[in-house]
C-alpha cells in the first residue's frame, strides 16, 4: 500500500484523545389504565404500574414526578416495546450499570462492557489490558436473559507510527486478529465493539476500512460479532464528519454492526441540546440513503445530560440530575419542539444552571424515531440514566 507523504506525514505527528467520541410497541400505553399520582417518593425497585400507566410520558415534565417515580421501574422487566436491537454499554466507573444490565437483561439484545484496551509495547508487539475487569459470574447472570457480551476494545495511547506500522505490515495485523481472537476464546466473549476509528481525525480512512474488513471477515467465519463504533457524519454547523456514507458502504458486508454516536452536539462552546432528532435523522440518512441496511445501524442514545453554567459546565448523570432536584424540587423542565429535548434553568449557590437531560419524553421520542428508520438502538451508558427509563424499552 502507497502512503502520500502528506497522509503519512500527518499521522505521524497526530495525537488525539482516546476518550474522544465517547451513544415500540408505543400504543400499548392507551390500552393500560392511567393511576393516580400519590405525591410521595416511590419506593425503588420493581412496581405493580409502568411509567405509561402512571401517564409519565409527557411532553410536561416537573422535578417532583422526577423525584417522585425515577427510582420505580415496572415489576415484569422482561417486557420489551422494542424490537430492534438494543446495545448498552456498561462502565466500571458507574457500577449501576452491571446491576441495570442483569435486571433488564431481557431488553438487551448485546451488552458492551468497557473493559479492554490493546496497546503497543516498546518492542511495538499488542499487548491486552483490562482483563482484570472481566467478572465470568456477572456475564453468566447476564446471559441468561438473553444478551450477547460484546466487550468495548479501544485502542490506547497509540501513536501515529502505532498506525503506520499497522497499516503497512501485512504481519502485524495478523498478530492483532490473533491477538483479539485468543481473547475472545480465552474469556468466553460473543465478539467485540472496536473503538479506534476517530484516533485519526478522519485521516487514513481507506486503510482503516481495509483492516475493519479484514478483521469483520475474519470474526464472521468463526460467529463472532463485530461490532464498529463510529462517529456521525456530520456535526453541528454541518461540519463533515469523520465517517461518510461511502464507509459505511464499503464496510457494511464485514461489520455486524455500528455502534453510531448520535450525541454529544453541543459543548460548553457551543451550549446547546444534546442530540436532536433532526440530526439523528440526517445522520442516519447520509450513512445508508437507502435505506437497505438500517437494521446494521444502532442509533446511539445518551443516558447522560449537559449543564451549562457561567463557569463553563459538565455533563450530568442521573443522579446528579437527583441532587439538583432534591435541593429545587419545584422546578419545571421546558421542552424545545425542534429538537425535543427537556431543558432546564435555575440558580443554585450563586451560579445559573442550563441543564439539557434526557426525558421519558425525549427518550421515547428517539425510540419511535428508531423504529421509523428502521435502526437499533445502542445506549451510552446505561450505569448514567434513571431506572425508569427502561420501562420505555
Known sequence: MQWSGVLQGYILILCLNTNL???SKHDKKSKEKVSKRTGEVAPPGPCSDSV?????????????????HQAAYFKDTHQKRFDGTVLGYVTPWNNHGYDVAKIFGGKFSLISPVWLQVTVNDNDDFLIGGVHDLDQGWIKDVRKHGAKIVPRLLFDRWTGQNYVNLFQDKEKQVALRELLFNTVNQFNLDGLTLEFWSQLGGK??????????????AFKSKGLIFILAIPPPVYQGDQVGMFLGEDFSNLVENVDYFS???????NPSRPGPNSPVAWIRKCVD??????????????????YGFDYTSQGGGHVLGRDLVQYLEKVPSLKFQLDPDTEEHFAEF?????????FYPTLHSIQVRIELAEELGVGISIWEIGQGLDYFYDLF
Do not use: C, W
Not at 482503516?208 to 471477515?217: C, D
Not at 446494521?296 to 442514545?301: D, R, S, V
Open 21 to 23: 467520541g465517547t451513544l
Open 52 to 68: 405509561f400507566t402512571k401517564n409519565l410520558v409527557n411532553k410536561e415534565v416537573k422535578g417532583r414526578d422526577v423525584l417522585e
Open 204 to 217: 487514513g480512512r481507506p486503510q482503516m476500512g481495509s483492516l475493519v474488513n479484514e478483521l469483520g471477515a
Open 260 to 266: 453510531l454516536m448520535t450525541y454529544d452536539y453541543s
Open 286 to 303: 447520509l450513512l445508508d440513503p437507502a435505506g437497505t441496511h438500517r437494521s446494521k445501524i444502532l442509533m446511539g442514545l445518551n443516558m
Open 347 to 355: 440558580k443554585l449557590d450563586h451560579y445559573k444552571h442550563r441543564i
